[in-house]
């Protein structure tokens, strides 16, 4: 600021009025009602936090925490004062949230989205603001499991993959989005911790061709490297890589490789206005992502095409204090959807509404059944779960709510309609055995206690029918 000019906004912030305003505030009011339609309830969380929240959750050792925090520092002459920091991500303050309000003991898997304003101090260029808009989803209370058994199934992970590709593809970016996966390992010994060593070995013999930042993060974190946008690093880490994906097997445990190959395999069975695959360098930029990783990548967006990312994080709760559960989530970056839009030449999109809320249970045996999705259950248990998944998508997709239990699959028919009914839903979908055999469901409406049989290819129309 020039003394005596004018005052202009700070770098890398932006004014939003009139038709941008308009647009943006559509695009939130879509991802609201996106988010509800698959079963997500609202929260805000402070625009500031205490500094050591991010410092604990997203790591010492990231850029975010390294050079990107906009931070007010504490006042050394006030006793007990604190540094706080704006926050740069939504996650850690929804996990604070989550676990300040005791909603891991009250609500059992908490399923909740956000929008709101970030700020991290990043060099601006198109697409890269310091005060940006996001809008993310997070799953929480996944069990982690001391073995593969007791581990929640991906199904959550998948969820929330579908749900971004579904918020991306109603505002018109539909065949436009490319979802990359990918897995970072999990806490099991011999799975992260192994893979993490193998890379340390591999970039330690490359080292003089690393830049200096990259030389220090194969001692302090070396997923790092696998990050740095730097040409000299990419080269060496894709030069590895490649080799490293395609001439030896993989260094993850069993249960990581059973999640990629079950994510693989659905995201291609599900696909709708997205390509999917495999994105070999894929760890995203925070520390706390365990397991199964994704990041979307847009049309028209430049060097800056990420649209959001996410993954499974199983640490992050834990570390803030909480009980050793798992979470998984993702986040949009608004803006980025907006120039991908004028890049589609979108200029209208439909909001959806938030249809009847419809509750979808399998009739599996009660249990934990996480294995049921990794073939261990009988052909017609893993039939039934994967039939109503399949017709919960696509209800969603159709702009019903839908609730689908992603912790437990196994009810007795009794509970699972007395849990429709406490949600207070329209519509109960029961799939069991002799039903999935023949393709069809059970539908129940629950105003008028009304049940019939219908083939599954119907289910929306018949659905439509009876609320007119
Ligand atoms: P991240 O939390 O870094 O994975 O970011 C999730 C999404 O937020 C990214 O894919 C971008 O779309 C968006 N985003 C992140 N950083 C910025 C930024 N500096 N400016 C604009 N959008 C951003």
Known sequence: MAGGGSIQAPRGT????????ERLERLERLCANTAKIWGYSGIRTPVFEHTGLFTRSIGEVTDIVEKEMFTIPRQTD???ADSFTLRPENTAGVVRAYLEHNLHKTQGLTKLWYVGPQFRRERPQKGRLREFNQMGVEVLGLQKGDSQERRSPPIANLEVMLLATDILNR????????????TVGCDQPGCRDRYREELKELLAKEEEKLCSDCRKRIERNVFRVLDCKKPNCRAVCEELLTWHSQERPEAFCEHCKAEIEFIKNRLDQFQEGYASARSWFLVRGLDYYTGAVFELSAQGLGAQDAVGGGGRYD????????????????????????????????????IPDVGPLVYVAPMLPPGPSSSDFFGYGTESQLQMA??????????RRKGF??????????????????????????????????????????????ETREERRVKQADLAAEIWKDIG
């Open 14 to 21: 932006r004014d939003i009025f009139g038709d941008e305003l």
């Open 78 to 80: 006030k006793a007990g």
């Open 171 to 182: 505002a018109g970016l539909k065949g436009r989005v490319v979802l990359g996966y990918n």
């Open 315 to 350: 640490g992050l709760i834990e570390e803030l204090g909480g009980p050793s559960v798992g979470a998984t989530g993702f986040a949009l970056g608004l803006e980025r959807i907006l120039i991908a839009q004028q890049d589609a030449g979108v200029d209208a999109f439909e």
């Open 386 to 395: 994967d039939d109503a998944f399949r017709l919960t998508v696509i209800l």
């Open 401 to 446: 709510r839908t609730e689908f239990d992603l912790l437990k699959h196994g009810r007795k028919i009794a509970n699972s309609l007395r849990r429709a009914s406490q949600l207070g839903a329209r519509f109960a979908v029961i799939v069991g055995e002799m039903e999935a055999k023949q393709q069809e469901v059970k539908l129940k409406d629950m």
